[in-house]
């Protein structure tokens, strides 16, 4: 598909100018100003700001099995209003991604729907039951692989984790960790996140495996992957927007992991000031509400992500929008092996036009998720998604 984009603020994670994007055939072409085209769709952006699309390392999209939460219909288009064009689905579906069967099927049915691009983890250990990865066999040499993860349970066995990332090694896969040792779990959320995430990234460096942490949130763990960054271990993390935005005196809202002190927000905060931090993955985790009322852990986040960032750590002084940019795009598509996340010739054709000084009140009932669980119900961001372009076709306009 072939478009062209003029005037527009252009920003990713190294530029800033205001000028014109073409793509041509879904790739960027060119990019510069005053470009002109005859017989080209083209869209005035009118001094908006154009960025490359979001890319999304940490989502739960419920399909197979809990589609009633959400599919992979309805999480693909409220990736696209969030200004999403890539997300990693972590495999806590119904059945568990641990085999070929579960991994086709959701393959073949984003390619039918032809919205988004989705990487789909493949589990460390068979259906999470924490000792088998023989079935990780079967995934050799399956190029669609590149991340494998426990998410919403982790590994507890240290040897089971230690021969996983072997084997990830072998395949350059990803590691992601859902840090949780569930020995303490009930009696202490901080220390179980914290412990696991210090044994990960000692594996990590014994193995020389990628790890990658998912949803940090306490300064403790924050401190760990600093030091092992710093001693050359291969570990990225992402935080999530709520684990910034929020603190436990204010919000009690559940999701794992939980709400943190204020002086852990804190600590994440200069972390990222300091590009500590490598993305933002939002944990979108859609639940009805009786789900919701029975305890279920997690909220919606793609669709609210932008906003509580942007306001949180741009307009809040914290970063420029070029480091949000690396953090959103770059930063988790070369995670993912995804040809996106920058505007630069020959990348996918994937952009977003944001309205930054647009107040924008969070609306669950404007959700296109199935999920309204949310804590940001009513509060007040900047930043507003008013078009996500996916390959050169508008997907999603406001
Ligand atoms: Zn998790």
Redesign the pocket.
């Known amino acids: 598909m072939n478009i062209l984009i003029k005037n527009a603020n252009v920003i990713d994670s190294c530029q800033n100018f205001f000028g014109d994007v073409y793509i041509e055939n879904g790739k960027i072409k060119e990019v510069g100003i005053d470009i002109s085209k005859s017989g080209v769709e083209t869209i005035d952006a009118n001094g908006l700001t154009l960025m490359p699309a979001f890319v999304d390392t940490?989502a739960h999209f419920r399909d197979p099995g809990l589609t009633y939460k959400e599919d992979l219909e309805t999480g693909s288009r409220s990736a696209l209003r969030g200004g999403y064009t890539g997300v990693c689905l972590?495999g806590n579906t119904s059945p568990i991604c641990s085999t070929k069967e579960v991994l086709n099927y959701v393959k073949e049915k984003e390619e039918k729907l032809n919205l988004i691009d989705i990487h789909q983890c493949v589990t460390i250990t068979k259906n999470f039951d924490g000792k088998t990865i023989s079935h990780l066999e079967e995934f050799k040499n399956d190029s669609r692989v590149r991340a494998i993860s426990d998410?919403?349970v982790g590994v507890s066995d240290s040897r089971v984790m230690m021969e996983a990332m072997k084997i990830a090694k072998e395949n350059d896969w990803i590691v992601m960790s859902?840090a949780e040792s569930g020995e303490f779990s009930d009696i202490d959320m901080r220390l179980a996140e914290n412990m696991m995430t210090w044994r990960d990234i000692t594996l990590a460096k014994v193995t020389e495996a990628k790890l990658h942490m998912?949803?940090v949130s306490t300064k403790e763990a924050m401190q760990y992957i600093i030091d092992g960054k710093c001693k050359g271990v291969q570990v990225t993390c992402e935080v999530t927007p709520h684990h910034i935005a929020l603190t436990n005196d204010v919000s009690n809202y559940r999701v794992?992991p939980p709400i943190r002190e204020r002086e852990d927000v804190d600590f994440l905060i200069k972390a990222i000031s300091h590009g500590d931090v490598d993305c933002i993955g939002t944990?979108h985790a859609p639940h009805t509400y009786e789900d919701k009322k029975k305890g279920s852990p997690g909220m919606v986040g793609l669709e609210t992500a932008f906003p509580i960032c942007y306001t949180k750590l741009v307009k809040g002084g914290v970063i420029s929008i070029n480091k949000l940019s690396e953090m959103m795009s770059r930063n988790p598509a070369n995670i993912l092996k995804m040809n996106k996340g920058n505007i630069s010739i020959g990348l996918d054709g994937d952009v977003v036009l944001i309205d930054p000084n647009k107040k924008i009140v969070i609306n669950s009932e404007e959700f296109h998720s199935k999920g309204k669980n949310t804590p940001f119900e009513g509060m007040e961001f900047y930043g507003e998604v008013v078009m996500t372009i996916k390959g050169g076709r508008v997907l999603y306009k406001k």
């Open positions: 940490h972590m998410d919403g859902h998912a949803h794992n944990d």
